[in-house]
């Protein structure tokens, strides 16, 4: 959904009147969370073949997610992150009761014809994802359930904690795009090198 919701607010920006050229203005607080936060969800591919590390990949997606909380928690000031925190604690609270792993739907897997990750989950090699239908209590309905299908070229399986965080990218993305002080600021500068001449 984060591409698609990349791509959205793009276009948004732009149909508002967004200039592309404000993303070199953008300033995020911490943005080296960004990276960590990939590499540590990315890592249980490498450190299970690491005995001392294997543990580690219990745990990775759930540190993934805190340190983009963090992230999101410095930076809040900006339009969308409000949102996408929202999205971030619900798909946190999926994984922190189910032993740090996000339920999916197995069903879902199937309509969205993604047969190889649903057969990698059911053997253990996607070790941050477990079967929907193994949970009992209320936590399922933050679990992955919602499902887009194809001929959808993206088919997936998404949770309301990722409709948010799209939501918030949206809001983010075209947010920034809108900004016109910057812009006024520059006209200004502009005006008086002018009159210099």
């Known amino acids: 959904m984060f591409i698609e919701g990349g791509i959205i607010g793009l276009i948004l920006g732009k149909v508002r009147g967004g200039r592309f050229s404000n993303f070199s203005y953008l300033s995020i607080r911490a943005w080296p969370l960004i990276f960590l936060a990939f590499f ?19 745990y990775a997606y759930g540190i993934s997610v805190g340190l983009i909380i963090l992230l ?64 009992h209590h209320w936590s399922k309905y933050l679990a992955k359930f919602i499902v887009i299908p194809k001929p959808y070229p993206l088919a997936k ?16 993305i075209q947010g920034e795009m809108t900004k016109n002080y910057l812009h006024s600021r520059s006209r200004m500068i502009k005006f008086g090198y002018k009159g210099t001449i």
């Open 40 to 58: 540590v969800q990315i890592s249980p591919a490498f450190t299970d073949k690491i005995s001392v590390l294997a543990g580690f990949q219990f």
């Open 72 to 135: 999101l928690l410095l930076n809040l000031d900006k339009r969308g992150l409000k949102i996408m925190l929202v999205g971030l604690l619900l798909n946190l609270a999926a994984i922190y009761f189910n032993t740090w792993k996000m339920p999916v739907s197995m069903e879902g897997l199937q309509l969205a014809g993604l047969q190889p990750m649903l057969e990698a989950i059911q053997s253990g090699k996607i070790a941050n994802y477990m079967p929907l239908e193994n949970i």
């Open 157 to 172: 399986v998404v949770s309301v904690g990722d409709l948010f965080i799209t939501l918030g990218l949206i809001l983010f």
